[in-house]
């Protein structure tokens, strides 16, 4: 188990660099959830390191099998200087350990809420959770491991993110590429959903 987390912090800096800053956070009775901070002109990239330690349990299951199942990592990407987005490592550390904390399996598609601002002022208290491979490719383990996903992590406003619960994560992504979103605007307003 121990043994995945140094191959997917490689992988984290083969693909985004060096990280300038980490931080860990550990909620009781899970295992540590790390956020690292990677610098890349006017973006920043927050990653989780942690959440693919253990495979993600299908919450229908009587028991959680220890080696098979889905693992994953969390990517946020946002514009440098138009909030003080260094807040949401906290936040996303609490996405990171939702799989042990809720028994959820995080796949594309989903939501994740955190109920409270990403970051100091953030129009955003959710993020939709994407395709991986375009930012970081999957992490291939021996198996019978499962590989690790890097999930980009896109932020939702509230009522983005009900438009997502009835119309669903396709009709969010096309009205966001249709009205050519920024979605690494930490300060962009919530598209109009009519």
Partial sequence: MADVLPLVEARLRSALGEPDA????????????????????????????????????DPTAMVADPVAGPRAELVLSVRTGRADTDKVLR????????????????????????GEALWPGAPFTSVLVAEPGGLVEDLELDAPLDPVRF????????????????????????????????????????VPLE
């Fill in 22 to 57: 980490r931080a860990a956070v550990t909620f009781l009775g899970t295992d540590r959830i790390e956020v690292l901070r990677f610098q890349e002109g006017d973006i920043v990239r927050y990653a989780t390191l942690g959440m693919s330690a253990r495979p993600m349990a």
């Fill in 91 to 114: 936040p996303l550390a609490v996405l990171g350990a939702s799989p042990q904390v809720e028994g959820v399996v995080v796949a594309p598609g989903a939501s994740l809420d955190v």
């Fill in 151 to 190: 999930l980009p992590v896109l932020p939702m406003t509230p009522n983005e993110a009900a438009f997502k619960r009835v119309h669903g994560a396709q009709a969010l992504q096309e009205r966001w590429l249709t009205l050519g979103t920024d979605l690494r605007d930490p300060a962009r307003r919530s």
